[in-house]
């Protein structure tokens, strides 16, 4: 190599380079990378490293260790204490029975499930009052209308337009459909145009 290397690099690089590397390197980089670099790393680290564009303002105490390659196998036995704010799955799609709650605006008054549903004119703003709690859906899913497929409720009775001995007469959801006569079951079927006989028979008025 030359004793005394140039103080600027050459425009074309050299057609047969030097077999050993200059004692001396020099002391501005080139303009272009070399289109081959070395396969061996440099014995001494550059006087000017290469700055971070964004830096972290604190460097890391410790380092995160690397993530579990494969799940749990033996899952912890019991929940946390504390409820997660994700949102309430329902797995089961039934009225909780005997369950109640407390009314909003009378605390001291409590209701079931069918109550959110038994009226015709008060079903929307009720699911929405009460549904919106996350225990109460929970508890009346099939009256918040959570079901992911049509349910009926077995506890749910509605009253028959027509009176029997001049008294009320009241029927579950089977009886929509259990005459088998095709006009009898047309006409039962009307029925299910309330709004609190198709939530609370929502599989047999679907």
Do not use: H
């Not at 290397?5 to 590397?21: E, I, T, Y």
């Not at 996350?134 to 028959?160: H, M, R, W």
């Not at 029927?171 to 009898?184: E, L, P, R």
């Amino acid at each position: 190599p030359s004793r005394k290397p140039s103080q600027a690099p050459s425009d074309l690089p050299s057609l047969k380079p030097s077999q050993a590397p200059s004692r001396k390197p020099s002391q501005f980089p080139s303009a272009a990378p070399s289109s081959k670099p070395s396969q061996v790393p440099s014995m001494q680290p550059s006087n000017k490293p290469t700055v971070s564009i964004k830096p972290s303002a604190s460097p890391s105490k410790k380092p995160s260790a690397p993530p579990n390659p494969s799940p749990s196998k033996k899952p912890s036995s019991a929940p946390s204490s504390a409820p997660s704010d994700a949102v309430v799955v329902v797995t089961s799609c039934k009225n909780t029975s005997p369950y109640t709650f407390p009314l909003i605006n009378s605390p001291t008054d409590e209701r079931d499930c069918l109550w959110i549903i038994i009226n015709d004119e008060n079903i929307a703003i009720r699911r929405t009052n009460y549904c919106s709690d996350t225990v109460i859906k929970a508890n009346c899913a099939q009256a918040c209308g959570e079901c992911s497929t049509p349910t009926d409720s077995p506890a749910f009775s509605f009253k028959l337009k027509n009176l029997q001995d001049d008294m009320a007469v009241f029927q579950n959801c089977a009886w929509i459909t259990k005459n088998s006569d095709a006009a009898k079951k047309a006409a039962r079927k009307e029925y299910c145009l309330r709004a609190s006989i198709k939530a609370g028979c929502a599989a047999t008025c679907a």
